[in-house]
């Protein structure tokens, strides 16, 4: 069972686009982060989120914890071609701080 | 600023070889952690090291080991080696131990 479901798996949308993804989770989270990974390249950290209702904005990106801190959304605005890449969320478990949990990943494509 | 080096980029080994990767966290941070991603998939953990000392263990089969030292680099040791480990292997340091992580760029494995 994953504890962390990513919604869509893949995702396809012309340049201009706006898309969500979602992190969701029937368990507590005590922090999520998302990351961006390129093909053949280490995660990249974009953001953690740590407070119920936060909302953090990075450029055309706004990253939302849920009130409950068991989901969390990436929203990214007027896509571009350079934002293709895996997203990824990932969290410490309130119930165990020592290991990240990991989504399985959106794979999103932005076309020109 | 400073970033986590992997060595070595790209790695040929056949099988039943050995193989050593190397991880240089970014200075200050105390904990290292392995992941091996194969292709498509998300971060697989491997083994994680907080102050020189094992702190977590996940999937790392009973061939592969590591260690923390002094300096707090770390190495994966790899032995007897199948094609199935032909992955992507990622170090991320943190500068604590539910702290996010920074990737290294990690080291292409490739088992024949």
């Known amino acids: 069972t994953q504890l962390l479901e990513q919604s869509p798996q893949f995702l396809s949308i012309q340049e201009g686009e706006n898309l969500t993804v979602y992190c969701n989770s029937s368990s507590v989270f005590s922090s999520l982060q998302w990351y961006r990974q390129e093909p053949g390249e280490g995660p990249v950290l974009l953001v953690t989120v740590v407070t119920g209702g936060e909302v953090k904005k990075l450029k055309r990106l706004t990253f939302q914890f849920g009130d409950a801190r068991k989901d969390s959304s990436l929203h990214i605005t007027a896509a571009q071609t350079g934002d293709t890449g895996l997203y990824l969320c990932a969290g410490y478990n309130a119930g165990n701080n020592r290991k990240l949990i990991w989504g399985l990943g959106t794979s999103l494509a932005v076309n020109p | 600023a400073a970033g986590v080096i992997q060595s070595p980029r790209h790695l040929i080994k056949e099988k039943r070889e050995t193989a050593t990767l190397k991880c240089y966290p970014i200075?200050?941070?105390?904990?290292v952690y392995w992941y091996q991603q194969g292709p498509g998939q998300d971060p697989q953990f491997l083994i994680s090291f907080y102050e020189k000392m094992q702190s977590d263990k996940g999937s790392i089969p009973d061939r592969f080991s590591a260690q923390q030292f002094s300096d707090y680099h770390s190495e994966l040791n790899m032995s007897s080696l199948e094609l199935g480990d032909s992955a992507l292997y990622f170090c991320a340091s943190s500068l604590a131990m539910n702290s996010p992580l920074h990737f290294g760029n990690g080291t292409r494995l490739t088992v024949t």
């Open positions: 200075p200050r941070h105390d904990t």
